[in-house]
């Protein structure tokens, strides 16, 4: 009977295992049945391992996928902006796998803690030190928001007119990028953003603003925008007195790799030593231009033709075409368009491009008298520049080669018969960019311009979902060694251990005329007056 029972025991445990019963074979030593069948838990965990193993096959594929489709303030992946069209070799049809890997190795470097920075053996600012008259024009730029605040709305709106949005978060950068920019322009304004964070550590608010890096300015104050309570905001390097656009600090002041320009501070001595190596009295008696025309610049165009007139006309001016991709491919040092060569002529003449130019500053640098063409556009410093204090405006009644020539020619043969005046000008000129434009001031623009923005915010800034977080490790970790090498340029240049500059509590929201963008009715000036008799 216990045999009997013993049996269909062992019979039923075999059933519950899922197996069919045992087959005898004789003179065979037969193995125990726990060694023979696998129990329900293997099969329970096999299960699990090819679950597992799916979600990380379809893990390593979305990863691979976002990794062939990152993109970086270096512009990979990201399409030309479409209201102004440019090459991007790093768009999405050049973009490979190397790169691709070598951008998921740099993420990590974000991790690596920067090295701090100690105060150095420069004087650290006084306390009280007062900011440039010009930085009242923040709360000009501001006023249209100053009663409804800056709402989130208006921040989104302008995306479609965005190259990247910027929002920072207890002193943290993270980048959500739309389009590519020119060149390396997103990247050496990131780059001065990320130094203001590192400069004024702690101090700098959370934020939350779009940014358009192309010239124009795009938020007219003619349009109505109904569906919002006030304009919508967006930062860029210029504007006029007929848009809303935010002008910032533009990237040239940390260094322009494609034309060999140092750190603003830097370069700025460069030209001022080379001018100052020439007397006065032996510089050329003209007015000198050198630059681009082929930028859909009208005025440029019509400048070229200057060379072209004859006798007293072509006495007065020195007009020469620069040919950058000429330049780059003779691979030299000795490059034409160095600017400390460009400052051997008594005057030099500042004429915008396709909107405005980054050349003012350089030109003015050499300290000899700037002859300004009709500017239209203002960036965050020229509206401190008064005219026949800094500059000498030429303001033609026709933008054509016949007024325009005569208009240039008087104001060189006024110079010439006021000398000391002339050189008063330019002196004043390059003081300004010495005293008030140093790379002090302009992080301390940077600095309340992005505070008093901040105060206007009706909202808390929170990090979007498609933004990435971005660091100095990442950029020095990507970037090219002769371009790695210009960035740490700007950052060991820079002054750190100081406050920023107190800035006034005017409430005035436009404290002085704009001498810079004169209006239509005043730009008929002694220069034309005289051309008229000419």
Known sequence: MKRQLSGIMRFLKIRLNGA????????????????????????????LCLILFSLLAHKVTLQKEEMLHARTVFGDNLLPTPWHWHDNPLGPHAFTWERSVDIKKCSFHSWIPTFPRTAGSLEARPSNSSCPQFFEWIRSDLAPWKKSGITKRNVEVTKDSAAFRVTIVKGRLYLDVYYSCVQTRALFTVWGILLLLEKYKGLVP??????????????????????????????????????????????????????????WDEQREKIAKASASTSWKSKTRKAFWRGNPDVGSPLRMELLKCNNASGWYASRSEIQNQNWDDERAAETENWKSKLENQCNHRYKIYAEGFAWSVSFKYIMACGSPTLAISPKYHDFFSRGLKSYVHYMPVRPSEICASKLCPSINTAVDWAESNPKKAMAIGKTGQEFLRRDLSMNNVYDYMYHLISEYARLQTYKPVVPESAEEITQNFIMCLAQPQLGSLLQKSREAMIVGTIPCHMSNSKKESFQTNDWEAKEQEQVDWSEKQCNFR
Request: net charge positive.
């Open 20 to 47: 069919s019963s045992p087959r005898i074979r004789k003179g065979k030593p037969q193995l125990p049945l726990r060694h023979r069948y696998w129990p329900l838990s293997y099969l329970v965990g096999i299960l």
């Open 206 to 263: 959370d934020v939350d603003l779009m940014f358009d890096c192309m010239d124009r300015p795009r938020i007219s104050r003619t349009e109505t925008y109904s569906d919002l309570e006030s304009p919508p905001v967006l930062f860029r390097y210029c504007s006029t007195k007929s848009h809303y656009d935010i002008p910032f600090p533009d990237w040239s002041f940390w260094g322009w790799s494609e034309t060999k320009l140092e750190p």
